[in-house]
Nanobody, 115 residues
Framework: QVSLVESGGGLVQPGGSLRLSCTVS????????TGWYRQAPGKERELVAL???????TYGDSVKGRFTISRDNAKNSHYLQMNSLKFEDTAVYYC?????????WGEGTLVTVFP
């Protein structure tokens, strides 16, 4: 059974930082592509960042230069370092892994940017 457990969300002031973690079990993590998506109230889910099994990264335009995605295959985990957070970054953040043509999602962690 595949499991994705997210952590690290919370309340942060504008300009602050948070680090999200996603620990995965039940798949061969080292060959999986992983990513983070987010969904703000009343909006569609959008791409935040992706990292391939080889370490190639892609970012959504709204987070380029502020967020960094990384992975640690030894820990079956990937991370999202979020800096210079803005009000508009408030959303539920979901981690995703894709392997062998299948996708698996975490349950989400809430990030609220509020003074």
């Amino acid at each position: 059974q595949v499991s994705l457990v997210e952590s690290g969300g919370g309340l942060v002031q504008p300009g602050g930082s948070l680090r999200l973690s996603c620990t995965v079990s039940g798949i061969r993590f080292s060959v999986a592509a992983t990513g983070w998506y987010r969904q703000a109230p009343g909006k569609e889910r959008e791409l935040v960042a992706l990292i391939s099994n080889l370490g190639f990264t892609t970012y959504g335009d709204s987070v380029k230069g502020r967020f960094t995605i990384s992975r640690d295959n030894a820990k079956n985990s990937h991370y999202l370092q979020m800096n210079s957070l803005k009000f508009e970054d408030t959303a539920v953040y979901y981690c995703k892994v894709a392997v062998s043509g299948k996708e698996f999602w975490g349950e989400g962690t809430l990030v609220t940017v509020f003074p």
